[in-house]
């Protein structure tokens, strides 16, 4: 069965400091990885898109790694923001068309 | 360019009504697609249209719901009858071809009394 599934389900940090939010998935045929990250309230932004020849992408202080091997990827975020509090989505597209969604990783980023 | 518009932002129905929900999606994109999400949840897939047809419609209910992306103006998701657990956050994306990256609107929050 393709899923989707992300950790921590939540996670505060204080403003400044560096996280890693993880997302594991059981997809195949693999096409590729998305992450976004949605403001409460609103409609999800794309971050970064890998397909499975990439294993590292950035996009100013986000960084996505992808493991096709172990089918794992992360994003990591640097010198978090007040501005970084959201729910961060990992998405992945089956070779079939079908896209499946994580749950989410909620971030709270403390002053 | 305008991203993907939808409207009405916020929607409250009592049961047995009717809700249209609107999305016009970016210039020169011919793909959207419909998600729900409810409070605390993911995204959850409703469905996939081109400009009149439905591409896949696996996440839909069968009954209540209907969709449709006309040649002309916006896409519609009409739900028919709501009921107290129709209440969610309804976003559309849109992409220029294929499952490309989804650009997605703001959403609209129904709620029904």
């Known amino acids: 069965k393709n899923q989707v599934e992300q950790s921590p389900q939540s996670l505060i940090i204080l403003e400044g400091k560096n996280c890693t939010l993880q997302?594991?998935?059981?997809?195949?045929?693999?096409?590729?990885l998305r992450w976004y990250k949605q403001d409460t309230g609103r409609g999800p932004v794309s971050l970064t898109i890998?397909?499975?020849?990439?294993n590292t992408k950035s996009n100013g202080r986000y960084t996505a790694t992808l493991d096709a091997d172990t089918k794992q990827s992360s994003l990591h975020i640097t010198a978090s923001q007040l501005s970084d509090s959201a729910s961060y989505i990992c998405?992945?597209?089956?070779?079939?068309?079908?896209?499946?969604f994580g749950k989410g990783t909620r971030l709270h980023i403390l002053p | 360019n305008a991203g993907v518009m939808q409207n009405p932002r916020h929607l409250v129905r009592r049961r047995g009504q009717e809700a249209r929900l609107r999305c016009s999606p970016m210039?020169?994109?011919?793909?959207v697609y419909w998600y729900r999400q409810l409070p605390e949840e993911g995204l959850k897939f409703m469905v996939y249209?081109?400009?009149?047809?439905?591409?896949?419609e696996s996440g839909m209910p069968k009954e209540r719901f209907s969709a449709e992306f006309p040649k002309e103006g916006p896409s519609i998701l009409r739900i028919q009858q709501v009921v107290r657990g129709d209440s969610a956050a309804y976003f559309c994306?849109?992409?220029?071809?294929?499952?490309?990256?989804?650009?997605f609107g703001p959403g609209t929050r129904l709620l029904v009394l």
């Open positions: 997302c594991n998935y059981t997809v195949s045929p693999f096409s590729n």
């Open positions: 890998m397909t499975f020849s990439e």
């Open positions: 249209l081109q400009k009149e047809n439905i591409i896949d």
């Open positions: 998405v992945v597209s089956a070779g079939d068309d079908k896209i499946i």
């Open positions: 210039k020169g994109h011919s793909h």
């Open positions: 994306a849109s992409s220029p071809w294929g499952r490309e990256t989804q650009y």
